[in-house]
């Protein structure tokens, strides 16, 4: 049988949009120590290594070796496994199969980016087919446009309704020292922003930032041995959904609801709504706040606008979505999932300080990726049943 | 979480700039389009033709056609030819000029479900001011008049009807 996992030390950079001051390696080391600081283990106490950035963008495609001197990897087992937008969250999961298997007690696990090294535009293109769609792909905000799009035609959503969720993580992320954006904004300012790809305003987007986030995973043999406040891995899953970009259902991520039913049905959650008590959600555009927890299944199609804007998902609401200020406040694409998954596990374990959301049982971490497909996490305070 | 380490790293140079360095590297690829896509695309430049291909299995069409139908993992032998009309599913109207973008901005992109598939393909729309553009109106292939036997031998969809 599988052995339960569990997170026993979160660690990430102080996000900005440049960091001159340090190269990748150097980057990725501020991470690895925080992590290694918050467990209180030491680099020797690791048994492998998993990093992960985005293809292309800083041009250096042997990351497992050249990042050792920043990773820790001198002389250990590490992988790479890159997936895009999803990497953070696929680094995380290749971490907890790692050690579930019972090869590896102890991993860690990294995410980084130098996004301000790249032109990302013309890296994000190597994601799309070079015959079919490359010759008339417009940029990824343009795919998330027409979601957008399809969904507000569906449903009668507005321009409004997605500007509210960009005000909600800007202004979660006032509590979060590791975000880069942070300064409240209104709804007039996010629709007077500069229109992008319509409906998608510049606010309605993330930034492009510098940054590295690391997490240890240990084994039901010594997770309570390194920490009396273990987040434990519930269940992973997920989900592709296309080869080419027509194939999709503009207006609804399948990959999130096939992903999320599988989630909870491995982790025994029969009403999300009810029993998750946050969220960090991959959303790395307004629209993507409401459409997706639509299919995650914490509400009904359509139902999204009137939730959010009651303000469910605010901080002291049913059920906070982002208290880090999530991806809107903060893109290092490549750490982005795993920035998610630790803010997951501060949450679980207490550890998230100014915005810690009270007595949490069970989060939910997520990772988006290219156009359309989603990798989940179920983190839980309670160690799993066998 | 290391904020104190952290916050010293993060407070600038300590008077030292650092250097940049550029790029070098050129990477030029190229890619076989394979038999089932050189016939669609030769179909395009020579007969202005758009086929699709049909899994005898479910019955799905596919556009672009597919060697395979990736849900019954059984080859697509039916290719149909498709009339060259649709309809939007979705669109969107980009308004900054990328280095992606060929045409100048604002340019309409759509996902358009020609008739007869079952798969959508992206493409651009003119013919039409981005104002009136809407979900669900149906529209038409536009041959380029130069075909190199890419999928820009469509020049782009333009409604059915005068808007
Ligand atoms: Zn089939």
Redesign the interface.
Same mark, same amino acid.
């Given at each position: 049988m599988a052995k339960r996992v569990a997170i026993v030390g979160t660690g990430q950079t102080f996000h900005k949009s440049h960091r001159p001051d340090v190269n990748g390696q150097e980057l990725i080391n501020e991470a690895v120590q925080a992590a290694l600081k918050d467990a209180d283990i030491k680099i020797s106490d690791i048994d492998a290594i998993i990093i992960g950035n985005m293809d292309h963008f800083e041009g250096i495609n042997y990351v497992d070796c050249w990042s050792i001197d920043g990773s820790g990897g001198f002389m250990k087992p590490v992988i790479k496994i890159t997936t895009g937008g999803t990497t953070g969250c696929s680094v995380a999961i290749g971490g907890y199969h790692l050690v579930a298997s019972g090869l590896f007690d102890r991993v860690l696990i990294i995410g980084w980016e130098k996004n301000s090294e790249s032109d990302t535009t013309g890296a994000i293109t190597t994601a799309f087919d070079p015959i079919w769609d490359r010759l008339v792909f417009a940029g990824a905000i343009s795919g998330l446009a027409a979601e957008a799009q399809a969904y507000m035609a569906r449903y009668g959503a507005t321009e409004k309704d997605g500007a509210r969720v960009s005000v909600r993580d800007r202004k979660h992320a006032l509590n979060n020292p590791h975000a880069q954006l942070r300064k409240e904004i209104t709804i007039d300012e996010v629709l007077a922003s500069p229109m992008l790809a319509d409906p998608i305003h510049l606010l309605d987007v993330c930034p492009r930032t510098d940054g590295a986030a690391a997490v240890i995973m240990a084994s039901e043999d010594s997770a309570e041995k390194i920490t009396s406040s273990p987040d434990w891995i519930w269940a992973t899953s997920n989900r592709h959904s296309y080869s080419y970009l027509g194939d999709a259902d503009y207006g609804r991520l399948t990959s999130m609801r096939e992903a999320s039913q599988d989630l909870f049905k491995k982790g025994g959650i029969k009403e999300p709504r009810k029993e998750i008590d946050v969220i960090e959600l991959y959303q790395p555009y307004s629209f993507g706040g409401i459409i997706w927890i639509e299919d995650m299944g914490i509400i009904g199609p359509g139902e999204g606008p009137r939730y959010i804007g009651e303000g469910n998902t605010d901080m002291g609401g049913e059920l906070p979505i982002n208290p880090s200020g999530g991806v809107i406040s903060c893109n290092p694409i490549g750490a982005t999932g795993l920035i998610r998954c630790c803010e997951a596990a501060m949450q679980v374990m207490g550890k998230a300080d100014q915005h810690q959301v009270p007595d949490v049982n069970f989060a939910v971490s997520t990772g988006f990726g290219g156009c359309w497909w989603t990798d989940m996490i179920l983190h839980g305070k309670k160690k799993p049943g066998k | 979480?290391?904020?104190k +380490?952290?916050?010293v790293? +993060?407070q600038?140079?300590d008077g &030292?700039e650092?250097m940049?360095f550029e790029?070098q590297?050129s990477v030029p690829?190229s890619?076989w389009?394979g038999d089932t896509?050189t016939y669609f695309?030769k179909g395009l430049r020579d007969e202005k033709k758009i086929r699709a291909l049909k899994c005898t299995s479910c019955g799905k069409t596919y &556009?672009?056609p597919?060697k395979t139908c990736?849900v019954c993992f059984v080859p697509n032998t039916e290719w149909k030819d498709l009339s060259g009309t649709g309809t939007v599913?979705?669109?969107?109207?980009?308004?900054?000029q990328?280095?992606? &973008?060929s045409k100048k901005v604002p340019?309409i992109?759509?996902?358009?479900?020609l008739d007869g598939a079952d798969?959508?393909?992206?493409?651009?729309i003119e013919g039409i001011s981005?104002e009136k553009m809407k &979900?669900?109106m149906k529209v038409q292939a536009e041959f380029a008049e130069d075909r190199k036997g890419?999928?820009?031998d469509i020049a782009f969809f333009k409604p059915v009807k005068e808007v």
């Open positions: - | 979480m290391g904020t +380490d952290n916050a790293l +993060d600038g140079f &030292i650092p940049v790029s590297i690829y890619w389009a896509a695309l &556009i672009p597919r990736p599913q979705s669109f969107t109207i980009a308004r900054r990328l280095a992606a &973008i340019v992109y759509a996902l358009i479900k798969t959508a393909m992206l493409h651009y981005p &979900i669900g890419t999928i820009q």
